[in-house]
């Protein structure tokens, strides 16, 4: 079946320095990914959907200077932490959506991100 | 704009005994619902999905959810519960017209007694 993997799974790095997660969708291609962050014992918010070949929409609250999006290919979408600080760990998740296959939605496996 | 709400941040069971799950949606046009199950430090696993066939989807580890127009509601149940069922779950919306934008509830944490 498909598969979305992220990488990497986990990752600790110092406050001040960016960071970067891949989203990969591994036998489909996506026109749509979308980025969720989940801190502890919470629920999934959705920070932006991101689109092949265009800017990223950001919700409402996110900041997209510090919250930097790519989607350079139909499978692969990339979020880049910058300057992280400590409050923003968190676990980061992507989704992506199959349009050859009933617009089916696939998660990926999720990123720890700990700023130290 | 579309949400769900899920009643109950945590609930228990007893092992054998029947689980549910409530979750209400709110949507300006027909949704699409999802329940997710989450164990912890894991992804996210699709348990079952409703996209405006029967109303009554089966889903995975004996799962299955009912959708109620009347009602706005989209409960999950399981006859029996296992000690395995022991985890998260999130209840989703999204709209079948969009950009495939999935949002998420709350979560119910779902602990088993033995």
């Known amino acids: 079946g498909a598969v979305v993997s992220q990488h990497p799974s986990w990752v600790i790095c110092k406050s001040g320095t960016s960071v970067k997660i891949e989203c990969r969708s591994l036998?489909?291609?996506?026109?749509?990914m979308f980025w969720y962050r989940q801190f502890p014992k919470q629920s999934l918010m959705l920070m932006a959907t991101?689109?092949?070949?265009?800017?990223?929409?950001?919700e409402q609250g996110v900041e997209k200077d510090k919250f930097l999006i790519n989607h350079a290919s139909l499978t692969l979408s990339t979020l880049t932490v910058t300057s992280a600080h400590p409050e923003d760990s968190s676990f980061y998740i992507c989704s992506a959506s199959d349009r050859y296959s009933g617009n089916t939605i696939y998660f990926g496996e999720g990123s720890w991100l700990t700023v130290v | 704009a579309q949400s769900v709400t899920q009643l109950g941040s945590h609930v228990s069971v007893s092992e054998g005994a029947l689980v549910l799950l409530r979750c209400n949606y709110s949507s300006s046009v027909p949704p699409y619902l999802f329940w997710y199950v989450q164990y912890p430090n894991q992804g996210l696993q699709l348990l079952l999905k409703?996209?405006?066939?029967?109303?009554l989807v089966k889903g995975i580890n004996g799962f299955e959810a009912e959708f109620k127009k009347s009602e706005t509601s989209f409960h999950l149940t399981k006859p029996s519960a296992h000690m395995s069922d022991a985890a998260e779950y999130f209840c989703a919306v999204s709209d079948p017209g969009g950009d495939d934008k999935i949002i998420f509830g709350k979560g119910t944490r779902l602990h088993i007694l033995p």
């Open positions: 409703y996209t405006s066939a029967a109303t």
């Open positions: 036998d489909f291609q996506a026109t749509t």
């Open positions: 991101s689109n092949e070949g265009s800017k990223a929409t950001y």
